[in-house]
């Protein structure tokens, strides 16, 4: 009797474990591929990178989390959010290959509204609310929006900041 039960569980141990290993492994399908990395790489029909990509105008490939760095010298980047932006979240263990949501709506200096894919597994979210947790309130840290629980989810995520898509007819920074 005891050894049935010792398997038990063991069985939910392993489901356990595999279910969190699933759900890292959807959240790492912000991969944008072409990167060159193998590991954070997915190749499922909804995926953040191509998503921002295709709905602002920052024109970026590869993973989210490189997006700030590609940014530079081709769009100006900020901690202060404008419509139309992109958040570029940066790579963590939950966060593998970083992640990126285009503003929809600025609420304040501390709230956005965002539209991203692939934040709840295999979706795409509009109007989520991303909240800046920030000591300096320069957006490096943010809490979002979770739809299953119909709350902002208690992990505070690092993030590098906005980059703004090109003015039309120039590249002036926002003010």
């Known amino acids: 009797m005891a050894r049935t039960t010792e398997s038990r569980i063991v069985n939910v141990s392993v489901l ?13 399908a912000c991969a944008g591929g072409n990167s060159g990395r193998v590991s954070g790489s997915w190749s499922g ?22 997006w700030w760095n590609r940014s530079r010298g081709i769009y100006t980047r900020s901690s202060v959010p404008h419509e139309g932006d992109v958040l570029v979240f940066r790579a963590t263990g939950r966060l593998p290959s970083g992640h990126v949501s ?14 991203h894919a692939n934040w709840e597994p295999g979706r795409v979210t509009r109007a989520a609310p991303v909240v800046d947790v920030s000591p300096s309130n320069d957006w490096t840290r943010v809490r979002v929006w979770w739809a299953p629980s119909r709350k902002l989810g208690k992990t505070v995520y690092p993030a590098y900041g906005f980059i703004e898509p090109p003015w039309p007819g120039g590249t002036e920074p926002r003010s």
């Open 16 to 28: 356990g474990r595999l279910g969190a290993l699933l759900s890292l492994l959807m959240l790492a």
């Open 45 to 66: 029909a909804v995926q953040c990178a191509p998503y921002a990509r295709e709905h602002s105008a920052v024109n970026l490939r590869g993973d989210a989390a490189l």
């Open 102 to 115: 285009v503003v929809r709506q600025v609420r304040s200096s501390r709230l956005v509204l965002v539209d």
